[in-house]
Structures are given as C-alpha cells and as structure tokens.
C-alpha cells in the first residue's frame, strides 16, 4: 500500500527541510511526497528543485505581487 503525504507551506523552509528529512527517514518505503509552496518568497522553491527523491512531488504557486491599490497580481 502507498502512503501520501501531503505538506503545505509558505515561508517556511527550516520547518519544511525538517519535516521533509522526517518522511525520508520512515522504514515504509512505499510512500509518496507531495509539497505544496503556496508562493513563498524565501529560498523554497529552489530547495523544492534540489530534491532528488523520485518519490517527492512539489507544486509551487508563483508569489503574488501587490499593487499599491491594494490589489494582487499573479
């Protein structure tokens, strides 16, 4: 049986990288990572990138930029 994981973040990449290295860790072998970078603006997404495990799957949103209206722009 596959486990999926599913981990959402933003801004959070100590947080991330440790519970990343704790799935990594785990005796079953039959899992899949799914990380889902809600447009973080730290160095996430090119942590995401350095992740070889074939196992580990990421979506990453593109940051939102705001106008100064007040309003955002994907």
Do not use: C
């Not at 596959?2 to 072998?29: D, G, W």
């Not at 899992?31 to 997404?45: F, M, N, Q």
């Not at 495990?53 to 722009?73: H, I, N, T, Y």
């Amino acid at each position: 049986m596959k486990i999926s994981i599913i981990i959402p973040t933003f801004n959070r990449l100590p947080v991330l990288k440790r519970a990343v290295a704790s799935v990594m860790k785990q005796t079953h072998e039959s899992w899949e990572l799914i990380i889902i970078d809600d447009g973080s603006t730290d160095e996430t997404a090119s942590y995401l990138e350095s992740i070889t495990d074939k196992r580990v799957f990421s979506l990453v949103q593109a940051p939102v930029v705001e106008l100064d209206d007040g309003q955002g722009l994907l």
